[in-house]
């Protein structure tokens, strides 16, 4: 089974500021990372996939890079509605894990 | 349009069994790799099983031997059959096309205790 971690658990940042939330695979995932974002009493919100690709509708500023066993998801300017809880998901294996997620709160 | 409304959660006593539904529309199930995921209260989310278009099915090691999907082509319909519930399996279960989405349903919620 491919392992994701994400770092950090919790990540404190003011409006307006840069989010960067990383995600590490146990194994070598080539691109087929996606990313998620939820908030609370819904469900989860794709993000990126591909590693890169954003997805419909998504905003110019989120952006996914990496490739590999190493990703990141920046956020370059922080809107209100970005603070919530981001995960990770590997495609790579049948066993489509999850990372334990990054709680992104407000500084 | 694409909708995904999953039903059939409830409380269960553990060791117990439930069947929950996934009703798709706007695409065709039988067409599709279908995926399960849950989330426990205050967790993450945890990827539970898929069904791939052509049948196959596999599951996270948590529910191997407990849980079953299977598909109604008929009603276009995605099912999750969950037996030997444990309190662990308390969750709220959401279905989706492929093994990541940007459609996915309300969830439905699934406690099990006594």
């Known amino acids: 089974e491919i392992v994701m971690t994400q770092s950090p658990a919790t990540l404190s940042v003011s409006p307006g500021e840069r989010a960067t939330l990383s995600c590490r695979a146990s194994?070598?995932?080539?691109?087929?990372l996606a990313w998620y974002q939820q908030k609370p009493g819904q469900a989860p919100r794709l993000l990126i996939y591909?590693?890169?690709t954003r997805a419909t509708g998504i905003p110019a500023r989120f952006s996914g890079s990496g490739s590999g066993t190493e990703f990141t998801l920046t956020i370059s300017s922080l809107q209100s509605e970005d603070f919530a809880v981001y995960y990770c998901q590997q495609y790579n294996n049948w066993r489509y894990t999850f990372g334990q997620g990054t709680k992104l709160e407000i500084k | 349009e694409v909708q995904l409304v999953e039903s059939g959660g409830g409380l269960v006593q553990p060791g117990g069994s439930l069947r929950l539904s996934c009703a798709a529309s706007?695409?065709?199930?039988?067409?599709?790799?279908m995926s399960w995921v849950r989330q426990a209260p205050g967790k993450g989310l945890e990827w539970v099983s898929i069904?791939?278009?052509?049948?196959?099915?596999y599951y996270a090691d948590s529910v191997r031997g407990r849980f079953t999907s299977s598909r109604d082509i008929s009603k276009n319909t995605l099912y999750l059959q969950m037996n030997s519930l444990r309190a662990e399996d308390t969750a709220v279960y959401y279905c989706?096309?492929?093994?990541?989405?940007?459609?996915w349903g309300q969830g439905t919620l699934v406690i099990v205790s006594s």
């Open positions: 591909g590693a890169s």
């Open positions: 069904i791939y278009s052509g049948g196959s099915t």
């Open positions: 194994h070598s995932l080539s691109s087929h």
């Open positions: 706007g695409f065709t199930v039988s067409n599709n790799y």
């Open positions: 989706l096309p492929g093994y990541y989405s940007d459609r």
